[in-house]
């Protein structure tokens, strides 16, 4: 019974009134959750396409850019062990590490530019490398990186002339492939880049 001068409650009484509030704090948290999941999704797909999207090189380049990436990484592998050096010469530490360096980095000039199917078929290595690594995805930070290395390459000088002819001309191909990946990337004409949507 009600007091007189007190109203009852709005919406009816207290039971219904309090089933009424759990299904709106239910239907409430169903939507947000939905939302969240939506938003992470589309947050994924989002990260997707950007790392998705590489600079490629038409074939002949990316075929030298292989043979000089495992002829520098064989190269290397012999400097270390001793076969590329002179009777009178020795390699110290340092030398030494300069080789497993450009052994390393001739190993990811030929997964950067080996075929994108056969790559990544092995722990899809070489997504993850554009992904992290998002400077080897542009001709730009390709060539840039192949410079450095044709640099370090170069400029490892063993005594011996015919292994100092041998990392010249590594290092000069490398360089080489450098120059003509920025010629593609800033001196091409890209009709597609000019085209209206």
């Known amino acids: 019974m009600s007091s007189p001068g007190v109203a009852p409650p709005a919406g009816g009484g207290g039971v219904c009134a309090g089933s009424t509030a759990a299904n ?27 790392s998705i999207y590489v600079q490629h090189n038409p074939v002949a380049v990316k075929v030298f850019c292989c043979i000089t990436g495992l002829v520098l990484s064989v190269v290397s592998v012999m400097c270390i062990c ?25 190993l990811l000039i030929f997964v950067v530019d080996m075929k994108e199917e056969w790559m990544n078929k092995v722990f899809g290595i ?36 015919l292994w100092t002819i041998v990392h010249v001309c590594i290092g000069g191909m490398l360089c080489l ?21």
């Not at 709106?24 to 396409?49: D, N």
């Not at 001793?82 to 001739?106: H, I, N």
């Not at 450098?178 to 091409?188: I, K, N, P």
Request: a positive charge; glycine letters at 12%; proline letters at 3%.
């Open 24 to 50: 709106v704090a239910s239907a409430v948290g169903s939507a947000a959750y939905t939302g969240a999941k939506m938003g992470a999704s589309a947050a994924q797909r989002g990260v997707v396409s950007l």
């Open 82 to 106: 001793g076969v590329a050096m002179g009777k009178d010469e020795e390699w110290g530490p340092r030398d030494s590490l300069q080789s497993f360096y450009t052994c390393l980095f001739g």
């Open 126 to 161: 070489q997504s993850k490398l554009f992904l992290y690594f998002n400077f080897l995805a542009t001709k730009t930070g390709r060539a840039l990186f192949y410079f450095y290395v044709g640099s370090i390459t170069i400029f490892l000088l063993p005594k011996s002339t």
């Open 177 to 197: 492939l450098g120059l003509v990946m920025l010629f593609l990337r800033y001196c091409q004409s890209h009709p597609q880049e000019g085209a209206q949507l």
